[in-house]
Nanobody
Framework: VQLQASGGGLVQAGGSLRLSCKVS????????MGWFRQGPGEEREFVAS????????EYAESVEGRFTISKDNAKNTVYLQMHSLKPEDTAVYYC???????????????????WGQGTKVTVSS
């Protein structure tokens, strides 16, 4: 399985970015997907998750209302649309695919068994 994340970059506070993660090597449409992030000197933390159907969504409290996760099964791609970015959103963002078919959302890293290489997001104040 390969997960290729992209879309990171440098943006000013209040700006927007859209991250993408293209998946190959697995039946993408049958799996939940997640986004996590790791800031400088911090542990990895959950950001958002989408169920295998794309209908169920879960967000970290810190991004609720600002970030939107979505899943395009035709393109084998999961997106993370980020608005109203803050300096504290600065991190390397990782996408991950769920461990089992027909999975629901999850904020726990152990529920995901393959991870992308990460894409860096820097928000300047």
């Amino acid at each position: 399985v390969q997960l290729q994340a992209s879309g990171g970059g440098l943006v000013q506070a209040g700006g927007s970015l859209r991250l993408s993660c293209k998946v190959s090597g697995r039946a993408f449409s049958l799996y939940a997907m997640g986004w996590f992030r790791q800031g400088p000197g911090e542990e990895r933390e959950f950001v958002a998750s989408v169920s295998w159907t794309g209908n169920g969504k879960e967000y970290a409290e810190s991004v609720e209302g600002r970030f939107t996760i979505s899943k395009d099964n035709a393109k084998n791609t999961v997106y993370l649309q980020m608005h109203s970015l803050k300096p504290e959103d600065t991190a390397v963002y990782y996408c991950a695919i769920g461990t089992r078919r027909w999975g629901h959302t999850s904020s726990r890293g152990r529920e995901y068994d393959d991870w992308g290489q990460g894409t860096k997001v820097t928000v300047s104040s």
